[in-house]
């Protein structure tokens, strides 16, 4: 396993993380200043926190209110 | 004119608050860039997850540049679509819901006006994510893969974003037909897989149907040049996008917000 993690090339692979980081912390800012979201509010919570990529984007799309 | 203007902006300045300009780019450039990143790294992928052999060992063919950016395409004609289609679903029929839409249409703004700015702001959104995507998507295949003319790239999104204008317009018309959002979100959804299954069925028939567009844009970058039926697609789809929108007026006008 060492191995491969020697073998990718970080610079490569490092948007992805990013992306993925900035999303999640988005997401968690409006997590807070939002009243109400579809759904239990803490539940989403754990969404954005334990799914990575499509815990954020899942809330967004689908997590805040439509009106 | 200005009308026009005044609701563009405001749907614009919605679509910040909202965070959509900083989240939709975000996920279309994911999109983008996820599948040449795991096409590149594949053979460690597979040796990572083992299951094989010992010994057993098999060529990986690379695949040419092209075929790489076609793999992102198909990223945005699955999932792309979904995002597209659940983010627009609210634009109308939730404004509706909520009475939104009455306080805005108790000023002497016109029907018209109200859903040509909502669909242009939607439009420039996606259009401008699916810009970024494809550029994430270029560069990667650039460094990985090898070289795909700029002008190519530039020539795949035109089209390719003819495909999602026609979605959002589905949307739009939809968004004025059912006033609960997670119904237009559906049936918008369900519209494009009949188109692309209709497609399918009578595929002899219908050589300019929308759904052919990534088709041909497939061929236009093996080939190199701009197919004819390219261009007879891209009419049909800017056709019927514009009939939907139209309807969608007409329907918007005709259902006085019942």
């Known amino acids: ?67 | 004119m200005m009308q026009f203007m005044t609701v563009f902006k405001r749907e614009m300045l919605e679509a910040g608050r909202n965070f959509k300009w900083i989240w939709v780019p975000l996920v279309f450039i994911l999109l983008g860039i996820t599948d040449p990143i795991s096409t590149y790294y594949m053979p460690q992928i597979i040796e990572s997850v083992g299951g094989l052999p010992e010994g057993a060992t098999f060529e990986i063919p690379t695949p040419p540049p092209h075929d790489v950016l076609m793999m992102s395409l198909a990223q945005y004609s699955q999932l792309g679509v979904l995002v597209v289609a659940l983010m627009s679903m609210g634009l109308i029929s939730g404004e509706r819901k909520s009475g939104v839409a009455e306080l805005v249409l108790v000023k002497p703004v016109k029907y018209s006006t109200y859903v040509t700015a909502k669909w242009g702001a939607v439009n420039v959104l996606v259009l401008v994510s699916f810009f970024a995507g494809m550029l994430a998507s270029w560069y990667y295949v650039n460094l990985l893969f090898g070289d795909v003319s700029f002008i190519h790239l530039l020539w795949t999104w035109f089209f390719y974003g003819l495909w999602l204008l026609f979605v959002i317009s589905i949307s739009v018309f939809m968004n004025t037909l059912f006033k609960v959002p997670g119904l237009v979100g559906f049936l918008t959804i369900l519209f494009v897989i009949i188109t692309s299954i209709i497609t399918n069925i009578f595929s002899h028939v219908l050589d300019w149907s929308p759904a052919k567009l990534s088709g041909y844009i497939r061929t236009m970058l093996s080939e190199g040049s701009i197919p004819a039926d390219l261009w007879g697609t891209a009419l049909v789809t800017i056709g019927i996008s514009t009939a939907l929108l139209i309807a969608a007026i007409y329907t918007f006008r005709t259902k006085e917000m019942a």
């Open chain 1, 1 to 67: 396993m060492t191995e491969v993690f020697e073998t990718i090339n970080w610079a490569l692979v490092a948007p992805l993380l990013v992306i993925q980081l900035i999303l999640q912390v988005v997401a968690l800012i409006d997590w807070f200043r939002i009243e109400h979201t579809n759904g239990p509010k803490i539940m989403w919570l754990f969404i954005i926190l334990l799914l990575n990529m499509i815990g954020p984007i899942l809330y967004f799309v689908i997590g805040r209110r439509q009106d």
